[in-house]
Structure formats: C-alpha cells, structure tokens
C-alpha cells in the first residue's frame, strides 16, 4: 500500500493518477486548506475519488493522532510525502505556516514511519535549498548550509530530520529535490498560471529580476515517471561514505537525496515568449527588481538520478507549456487565441 500525502495537490494529484493507471492502491491525505483556490484541490480529488483504489482521508500531518489511525488502518509499504506549506513569498508572510506544516508535520511523519516499519520514505524538498550557491550545475553532493528563504530553510531541515532517522532506526528515506514543476492542474501562485490567467484576460504580468533568471522549469510528468520508479528503490547506505570528506546527498545510514530538474535552465523571457506564442497574445510586462527570498538562477544535476533509475525528464518546455495552458483553457473555459 502507498500513502501519498498532499494527494490534492498538484504533484500528489498528478503521482496518485500515475499509481492508480498502474493498478496500485493508493491511500490519500490532504487538508485541503485555502493557501489557493479549494475549489481547484475539490477538482483534482473528484477525479481521484472515481477511482475505486484510491482511499482518502481529509486531515492535517500536524494531527499525530489522525495520522495515526491512518496507518493502524492501512498496512502502509510506502510513503510518498508530498504534503507541505509551499512557496517562498509566502514564507515572508507566514513564517509560523511552515513551521507547523513543513517541521512539526514532518515529524509526525517521520514517527509514523519508524512505529509501524515503513519499508520506503520519499520526502519533498526543493531546489530552493541551494540558496546562496552559485556553482551550476546544482549538485546533491554540494553543500547547501546558505538558505535564502525559511521555506528553503524548512526543507533542508526535513533532509535533516530524515537523515536522523535514517542512522537511528535504519529508514530508507529518499528526498527529492524539485526544480519549478509546472504543468496541467498547477498551482495558481506559481508563475507560469499568473501569466497565462493575466495575460489571456489583458493584464499585466510582474517579471522579476528584470527577466534576468533562469529556471530549470521541470515538466510534473518528468517528476512523477521519475517518483514513481524511485518508489520501488529504497535508499541504501553508501559504503564509501566518509566521516572525513562527508558526501552531503548520501550517507552510512540508508539515505539519498536526488535532483529533479530538467538539467535544461530556460531564460525567463523565452519560457514568456513559449507562452506568448501559444496563446497568440503578446503581454504587457512590468520589469520589476527580483524579490526577497529568490535565486536568479537554478539548473539541475541529475546524473544520479539518472545512473540509479535510467530516467532523464523527456518534455520540452514548448510541449510542457502547450499542455498546460490547454488544460488551462478547458478548466476555466476561457476565450483566447490558443495555436
């Protein structure tokens, strides 16, 4: 049995679709709270709910108690945790929201792995850990000790947490850290929705840094194709492993941490031209300078991800774009020039 929490999200919901085509069972948290629109979550969960092996329950990872009635019901093999306080212009606003959400509901979950023997934890992290580093390609073997943001901060200490686990109760946990997911059934606070959502209905869009960032805009099916076949890979310990020169992205405990990205970086103003094209709609631009908290550039290295499960991300960012602003279109039914 596979728990994936956080499976209205948009990573969960799109990783919960991909399991159940594959015929596994599927047991789903989420708490569907109002960071964005619940209707969008109540969307992603209808359609999950269809699905005869798929189980949900609606609660909080903050709620130890519920998470545990979860797991003495379900014989849970897996844990996808996927389930977090996302965002980091928000963590400007919110910092308690990651604290109760990313620390305390990490914890509660790393518990529930170690009482009732979890075979397999995969865990979110972010790309955003990389905070202050400038050498690129990023690399799970550098050291990440400069966050930028408490998001970033939150989720270096969930590989923290997650390691000590791992060396004291032998958990094999995997974190995955993901560069800018986009794609069908996204978020609305991430920036390739702003834009299409503004420009289609005539309004401005904000581009930070003056268009001087470069993303490693990952495809949310690279993502999922790339979880889904880590799921059955434990992490295992590295035998080379020293105390002496410390390899950060593995350990003696049986941990590991992976890119995923689309080891491709996109200038910001190409990925809003891609989009432009698609809709046929040039869009008014404010240069604005880059904000609190962000990084002007991230690109992945995933030669790890790629030796251990063969799996390098096979979306452009043309056909990544194409898919999204169709779904895009369909959901909200709106009236644009789409190619």
Not at 110 to 136: D, F, M, P, Q, W
Not at 193 to 210: A, L, M, Q, S
Not at 231 to 245: F, L, Q, R, T, V
Not at 281 to 306: C, H, R, S, W
């Amino acid at each position: 049995m596979i728990f994936v929490t956080g499976s209205a999200g948009f990573i969960g919901y799109t990783l919960v679709t991909h399991l159940l085509s594959k015929g596994l069972e599927v047991v789903g948290l989420d708490n569907l709270n109002d960071y964005y629109e619940v209707s969008l979550k109540e969307a992603r969960l209808k359609k999950l709910q269809q699905h005869p092996g798929f189980t949900f329950y609606q609660e909080d990872i903050q709620n130890a108690d519920s998470l545990e009635s979860i797991f003495e019901t379900h014989d849970v093999d897996v844990v996808v945790h996927l389930a977090a306080q996302a965002g980091v212009r928000y963590s400007l606003e919110n910092p308690q929201a990651y604290i109760d959400s990313n620390i305390v509901g990490f914890m509660n979950i790393l518990e529930k792995c170690r009482h009732h023997k979890v075979k397999h934890l995969i865990y979110a992290s972010s790309s955003s850990v990389y905070g202050a580093n400038t050498s690129l390609p990023f690399s799970v073997h550098d050291n990440v000790d400069h966050p930028l943001s408490l998001y970033a901060a939150t989720k270096k200490t969930n590989e923290l947490m997650a390691h000590t686990y791992s060396s004291l109760y032998q958990i094999p946990t995997t974190g995955l850290r993901f560069f800018t997911v986009y794609g069908p059934w996204g978020r609305p606070d991430m920036a390739l929705f702003k834009f299409t959502k503004n420009i289609i209905e005539g309004h401005p869009i904000d581009v930070y840094n003056n268009g001087e960032m470069m993303r490693d805009f990952t495809f949310v099916e690279d993502i999922v194709e790339a979880i889904s076949r880590l799921i059955d890979k434990p992490a295992k310990s590295n035998a080379d492993w020293s105390g002496m020169e410390p390899d950060p992205g593995t350990s003696y405990a049986p941990y590991k941490i992976y890119n995923i990205g689309n080891n491709n970086p996109v200038n910001l103003m190409d990925f809003i031209e891609a989009i432009e094209e698609k809709l046929g709609i040039e869009a008014k631009k404010n240069f604005m300078p880059i904000q609190a908290g962000d990084v002007p550039a991230t690109y992945a290295d995933v030669e790890d991800l790629y030796n251990e499960i063969g799996f390098r991300p096979q979306y452009s960012i043309k056909d990544g774009i194409g898919k999204f602003i169709d779904w895009y279109v369909d959901y909200y039914h709106k009236v644009s020039k789409v190619n």
